[in-house]
């Protein structure tokens, strides 16, 4: 089942793949900072969506 990660803030995804991945580790992968907006993503929650394949 694959699983979107998202930044709340700008929508940009950060991860999107079929392996789940604990978004804390997505969030230390990019040094806790959202590569397009910028923002800090310890302080902004991201948004996890796992979606089904259809
Ligand atoms: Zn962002």
Do not use: F, W
Not at 22 to 48: A, D, H, T
């Amino acid at each position: 089942m694959p699983q979107r990660i998202h930044c709340k803030r700008c929508g940009s995804i950060l991860y999107d793949g079929t392996e789940l991945k604990r978004p804390s580790e997505i969030v230390q992968r990019y040094e806790c900072r959202c590569p397009k907006c910028g923002r800090n993503l310890s302080s902004v929650p991201i948004k996890v969506a796992v979606e089904r394949m259809t």
